[in-house]
Every structure is written in structure tokens, then in C-alpha cells.
Nanobody, 121 residues
């Protein structure tokens, strides 16, 4: 079994910063990609940022220049540093990992339970 556990998040004023982290644990053989998604009430879940096995990164246009995704491969952990936060960044943020399970060799996508980020104006 694989688990993704997020930490961080909370309440911050507009213009402030927050950091999120996500640790993957369990029977992991390799991780192809890790990313952060978010979902606000009434909206679809959207991709915020993502890193792949070749170290390429993707950012949604709405967060470019403000958010930074990083990854510690040795710890199977990823981070999201969020600066210059805006009220429209308010959402539940989910960690995502595309990985191969140890033992079975099956490639699956896993999700964390999510962590709330609220930006007040």
C-alpha cells in the first residue's frame, strides 16, 4: 500500500506565503511524476504544478512566477512554496503521485487527502 500525506496549508492574508509538503510512503518502486492539484467549492479539480522523472516542471498560468514546486527524490517528498497568495488561490490542495508499486510492478496514480489553503482579502 502507498500513502501520500500532506502537511502545511492554513489561513493567510493576501500577499502572504505558505508552504505545502507531501510525503509518499509504502511499497514504492519508482515515482514517475508528482504534482499538486487544487479544488475550490463548485469548481473542478485543476492541476497547479507538476514535476516529472526528467525534472521538467509545469505550472498553471495562474500560479506562474508565484508558486514553486520542488522534490526531494531521496525522501519521496514534494513541496509547493506559494508566494504572493491571492484570494482566488483559496482551495483544497491535493498531492498526486504517478508511481510504480514495489512487488506488483503496477503503475498507479495516488492522491493525498488534501489540505485547505484559505487566503483572506
Amino acid at each position: 500500500q502507498v500513502q501520500l500525506v500532506e502537511s502545511g496549508g492554513g489561513l493567510v492574508q493576501a500577499g502572504g506565503s505558505l508552504g505545502l509538503s507531501c510525503a509518499a510512503s509504502g511499497r514504492i518502486s519508482s515515482i514517475y511524476a508528482m504534482g499538486w492539484y487544487r479544488q475550490a467549492p463548485g469548481n473542478q479539480r485543476e492541476l497547479v504544478a507538476r514535476t516529472t522523472s526528467d525534472d521538467s516542471t509545469y505550472y498553471a498560468d495562474s500560479v506562474k512566477g508565484r508558486f514553486t514546486i520542488s522534490r526531494d527524490r531521496a525522501k519521496n517528498t514534494q513541496y509547493l512554496q506559494m508566494n504572493s497568495l491571492k484570494p482566488e488561490d483559496t482551495a483544497r490542495y491535493y498531492c498526486n503521485a504517478d508511481l510504480v508499486e514495489a512487488g506488483t510492478g503496477i503503475r498507479r496514480r495516488y492522491w493525498g487527502q488534501g489540505t485547505q489553503v484559505t487566503v483572506s482579502s
